[in-house]
């Protein structure tokens, strides 16, 4: 047997009876192959070794069931809201994570990122957004102002940050044009599709903000939400930021009846060291109204549009109801909680 | 019939609380492949998390033809590796840092407990480089050396978790460990570490 053949059979893990005996007779007069071989076992012994079973956190299948339980519970739908789309999320922010470091150097303040990430477009414009291009456009939208909604596209997962002034700067030209024909169009579009009806009325919504340094992020994280859970509280938005191997970041936003506030405001106090606190009153009668106005004008859109793209807009027009309904539910009996939590 | 495939067939007609039961069943293995993967606790709880949401969206796609858990590792193998193209950012590995499983700290890689303390201590050490090389390595020959050397699977189940031939698994999988070889020759260079020498008795007995 020559060397060759023997490196062959070495990283055969089946070799034939005949080729162990002959390799045995090579390795006995080759030193080199002995050596080879030495250190193919010695690897081997060490992946065999690191099958040392861990044991599935807790609480995991009710993270899935309370995923697949949304309003609508048929496997065929394909679309689902925010707060069920965790894993892509994060895959997102781990994606933007140099985008994201650049921003926080560029602002020095971390709470502020939250804000400017768009992920907290409730504490008003956002001067700058952090936008990650992604194959499953329905899968960004909701945590996103809506000024950065208008790309659904594919294929690009270059993370850009953005500057955005106005809005009107910002759609595109079609979409002009649709927002002139508004009326017409939407008379009809509610016969075919029967859009939720929203109402302009004031509206304001209660935000606390919570930024806490954790021990175990995985462990708090896990506590919060299960407490959330039994509370009747829900959570719409979640963000991981991977800063390095060792230090991660997660943003949650709650919907908090406003009984629950006060108890829910002690268990996150609880949770670690407070490093900010704080808590507003926003206006957001004119974001909502904006946001109206968008989705009236997805709908006449919709009208248009056929095969793929009425697809993307169906998928665009569910995500700006979802940020209506949300938005609406959060003035009228939540207060929102955004609670940072870092390890 | 069997109690997995009843709760497969309850599944299907979307009811929940059958699917939690196999999500119970099922999910240490899920996780435990997630996590040789990703070599994240965090990444490895999305991951599985995401396997259990596309394998409820999937189930008419299984045929009961390969085991449930085989056809649900083929789901996290596939995840994997495209979410993985997507990100296209490299894993960072640290050596034998204990992770945290929310209550109790858990190492990488277990050290033999028999034998002298300093062995232990020595294929410790060499168990994290080789650890570390795996997680240099491509996400192909990655998932191929996980499934095979380290969750034991046949190659034919190897072939159809990857959804490739037998032929590519072999030569995959023979690649992956000459690569991986170079990998660890390189780590064990940088960091000092002496790789072992000369045993022919203990090469012929394993070979």
Redesign the interface.
């Known amino acids: 047997m020559n060397c060759r053949k023997a490196k ?8 034939l009876l005949i080729e ?1 005996r002959a ?2 007779e090579h ?2 007069v080759c ?1 080199g192959c ?2 080879e ?8 012994k ?13 609480g ?6 309370s ?3 949304p309003e609508s ?3 065929k739908e394909v679309y689902s809201p925010a707060p069920y789309r ?2 892509q999320w ?2 997102t922010w ?2 933007s ?1 140099a985008a994201a470091a650049a921003v926080v150097l560029l602002m020095g303040g971390s709470m502020g990122i939250a804000t400017r990430l768009g992920v907290l477009n409730i504490f008003g414009s956002p001067a700058v957004v952090v936008k990650t291009s992604s ?1 499953q456009p329905a899968a960004k939208i909701p945590v996103q102002s809506n000024k950065t909604q208008n790309t659904p596209q594919s294929g690009s ?1 270059s993370v850009q940050v953005q500057k955005n002034d106005s809005q009107s700067n910002n759609l595109p030209e079609p979409e002009k044009a649709a927002n002139n024909n508004l009326t017409a169009q939407t008379t009809t579009q509610q016969i075919i599709t029967e859009p939720k009806v929203f109402l302009n009325v004031p509206r304001s919504i209660e935000c606390i903000l919570w930024k806490i340094k954790v021990a ?1 992020i ?2 708090a994280t ?1 506590k919060m939400l299960a407490w959330a859970r039994t509370g009747g509280i829900s959570y719409s938005v979640e963000n ?1 930021i991977t800063l ?3 230090r ?1 970041i997660n943003i949650f936003r709650f919907g908090a009846p406003k009984a629950s506030v006060d108890k829910f405001s002690n268990f996150i106090s609880g949770l670690g060291g407070i490093l900010e606190q704080d808590r507003n009153t926003r206006n957001v009668t004119d974001e909502f109204a904006d946001k109206l106005e968008r989705y009236h004008s997805l709908l006449a859109q919709k009208e248009n549009s056929d095969g793929q793209q009425t697809k993307q807009l169906d998928a665009e027009i569910k995500a700006v109801e979802y940020e209506l309904t949300l938005m609406d539910k959060e003035a009228q009996d939540q207060v929102v909680f955004i609670v940072w939590l870092q390890n | 019939m069997d109690a997995v495939k009843q709760l497969i067939i309850k599944s299907l007609e979307n009811d929940l609380s059958a699917f939690e039961q196999l999500i119970n069943i099922y999910q240490n293995r899920v996780f435990n492949l997630g996590y040789q993967l990703t070599n994240s606790y965090a990444d490895a709880q999305d991951l599985t998390q995401e396997v259990f949401i596309k394998a409820y969206y999937s189930l008419k796609g299984f045929r009961n033809e390969a085991d449930f858990g085989t056809w649900l590792h083929k789901i996290t193998v596939n995840l994997w590796l495209n979410t993985k193209r997507k990100r296209g950012i490299a894993n960072v590995i640290s050596l034998n840092e204990p992770i945290s499983d929310g209550e109790n700290e858990v190492y990488r890689d277990l050290a033999a407990t028999d034998g002298d303390p300093e062995q232990s201590l020595e294929s410790k050490e060499f168990n994290g480089i080789v650890r570390k090389a795996l997680g240099e390595l491509s996400r192909e020959y990655q998932a191929v050396i996980v499934l095979r050397e380290i969750e034991g699977y046949s190659y034919e189940e190897v072939s159809l978790i990857m959804n490739c031939s037998l032929g590519t698994v072999k030569s995959r999988l023979n690649r992956a460990r000459q690569v991986l070889k170079q990998q660890v020759i390189k780590l064990a260079k940088e960091s000092g570490y002496v790789l072992p020498g000369i045993s022919e008795n203990r090469v012929i007995e394993e070979v």
Do not use: W, Y
């Open positions: 062959s059979i070495l990283m055969s893990d089946e070799p162990k390799l045995s390795l006995a030193s002995a050596v071989a030495d250190r193919f076992s010695a690897i081997s060490a992946l065999h070794e690191m099958n040392s079973p861990i044991k599935a956190p807790d995991l299948a009710a993270q899935v069931i995923r697949l339980r519970a048929s496997p965790r894993f994060s895959q781990k994606r994570l194959p997962e175990d995985n462990n896990d991981k390095d191997d060792s991660t």
